[in-house]
Nanobody, 124 residues
Framework: QEDLVESGGGSVQAGGSLKLSCVTS????????LGWFRQAPGKGREGVAA????????FYADSVKGRFTVSRDNFKDTLTLQMSSLKSEDSALYYC?????????????????WGQGTQVTVSS
């Protein structure tokens, strides 16, 4: 049974940093695109960052480029999102997600399985 479990969320002041982690299980992590999504109250879920199976390619939403870094360790079955220079508009429930394929990782519509999420709150 596939599973994605996020951790690392919390409350931080604007300008601060947080590191989110996602532990995967039930599938061979190295065979799939992985990504991070977020959803703020009253808004739809949006893609934030994604990474190819070999880590050779990364993709970011324009709103987080230069501030967020996605990485993965296929041996430890872990996906990470390092967030810095956080802004109040980054406050949201953050989800780890996977696609059903190893290609087209930057296409947010391909992601079809999500974890339960971890809350990030940034106060100004």
């Amino acid at each position: 049974q596939e599973d994605l479990v996020e951790s690392g969320g919390g409350s931080v002041q604007a300008g601060g940093s947080l590191k989110l982690s996602c532990v995967t299980s039930g599938f061979t992590m190295g065979g799939y695109c992985l990504g991070w999504f977020r959803q703020a109250p009253g808004k739809g879920r949006e893609g934030v960052a994604a990474i190819s199976p070999s880590s050779s390619r990364t993709f970011y939403a324009d709103s987080v480029k230069g501030r967020f870094t996605v990485s993965r360790d296929n041996f430890k079955d872990t996906l990470t999102l390092q967030m810095s220079s956080l802004k109040s508009e980054d406050s949201a429930l953050y989800y780890c997600a996977k696609t059903g394929a190893y290609y087209d990782c930057g296409n947010w519509t391909r992601y079809n399985f999500w974890g339960q999420g971890t809350q990030v709150t940034v106060s100004s």
